[in-house]
């Protein structure tokens, strides 16, 4: 049932390059430039009318809804707000029914979630699902959805969840860009292209497993951990920092990068590994200061960087490398080695990878 990994998720962080490409099957045609989704298409108005995008979801789903809120207002110009379902539902917000709102949940059955499309629903909005898990609750209960189409996920922790969410809400985002001519022709076909390149960029990424473990063994034993991104990247470093945190118990951080100097720095010596997205698209200029300043406080530099990279390498102790892409879809790659660093300490500290204490893969409770 493992399909010949010790655990679902090692299965599950492999299976990534099969899962994005089922969640775009039949779905990208990136020849035609056509991106297809029923969901979308029956509601069209609902989306270009929109004044705004609301997101809400819990835990990963969150993180992969922060990401959402940069994909879509890059692409598509549509102002996104992105909530904690949890805090969304008991804070009296102001919804209207010009507004969108998206809820994310792998297993379709988060409590907080359901509650918040309830209440989203009762003040007019319309509210969008993007599930994995076909038929539940999410599903159910929201006007029109788009499934993950991820397969069964049972590691506690999310990982193709993770990227599949993703992909869906890139999909949404480049057909909604192309409709309200907030993306040029050219721009639009590039990105289908790409995305599309996307699967087979993972599996390269995948590649980096042994060296990942290596580095892995070199900071199994801290005590905390940093991680640190910007832009598109900022959510993966949270991302990076719940995977380390639920999976191994050390104690991490997601920050992003330039907030450092508004406290956390204060942290860095010689004993912090910082893991920092240093990819050479968007801001990689100021990540490199960033990572100037960490080395001057003998903090122990992780850098995740594109293919060839010169910069970073000089100044980091280890580089972990991803094959280049458009900005907006580097989540999809810089978040495997994350996911491989903490799934490798938290076997070497013999951890319950799959089922971490305390939690629960739904949280059907709030
Ligand atoms: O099923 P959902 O996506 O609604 O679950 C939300 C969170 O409970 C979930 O992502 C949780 O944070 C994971 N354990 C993270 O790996």
Redesign the pocket.
């Known amino acids: 049932e493992k399909g010949g990994y010790e655990h679902f998720m090692l299965k599950e962080i492999h299976e990534q390059p099969h899962a994005i490409k089922d969640t775009y099957r039949g779905r990208l045609r990136a020849k035609e430039g056509i991106i297809k989704m029923a969901g979308i298409d029956d509601n069209l108005e609902k989306f270009t009318n929109a004044s705004r995008i609301i997101i809400v979801?819990?835990?990963?789903?969150w993180h992969a809804g922060l990401v959402a809120e940069y994909i879509f207002e890059n692409l598509a110009r549509i102002p996104v707000e992105v909530e904690y379902a949890s805090e969304f539902r008991y804070r009296n917000p102001v919804i209207t029914n010009n507004d969108v709102v998206i809820a994310?949940?792998?297993?379709?059955?988060?409590a907080d979630?359901l509650a918040a499309i309830k209440l989203a629903k009762e003040k007019g909005a319309f509210v969008f699902g993007v599930c994995n898990v076909v038929g539940s609750s999410i599903a159910r209960e929201t006007h029109a959805g788009a499934y993950t189409h991820a397969g069964p996920e049972i590691g506690?922790?999310?990982t193709k969840?993770f990227t599949t969410q993703i992909t869906v809400l890139t999909l949404i985002a480049l057909k909604l860009g192309k409709i309200k001519g907030a993306l040029s022709n050219s721009d639009y076909h590039y990105h289908l292209q790409e995305l599309e390149l996307i699967p087979e960029k993972v599996e390269k990424a995948l590649k980096s497993d042994a060296h990942i473990k290596m580095v892995a063994d070199i900071y199994k034993d801290a005590k905390n951990c940093l991680y640190l991104g910007r832009g598109y990247n900022f959510p993966v470093a949270l991302e990076g920092a719940?995977?380390l945190k639920?999976i191994s118990y050390i104690h991490a951080e997601g920050y992003p990068a330039a907030e450092m100097k508004h406290g956390p720095i204060a942290l860095i010596d010689d004993q912090m590994p910082v893991i920092v997205i240093a990819v050479n698209k968007g801001h990689y200029e100021k990540v490199v200061s960033n990572i100037e300043e960490i080395k001057s406080r003998s903090g122990k530099i992780i850098g995740i960087v594109t293919e060839g990279d010169t910069s970073v390498k000089k100044l980091a102790d280890h580089v972990i490398e991803v094959p280049e892409t458009l900005e907006s879809l580097t989540p999809l790659l810089t978040t495997i080695p994350l996911q491989l660093l903490s799934y490798h300490i938290a076997v070497m500290l013999e951890k319950n990878v799959d089922q971490p204490r305390n939690?629960a893969k739904?949280?059907t409770v709030e």
């Open positions: 979801a819990c835990g990963t789903s994310i949940s792998q297993s379709g059955e988060t979630t506690v922790a999310s969840a719940l995977k639920e939690l739904s949280v």
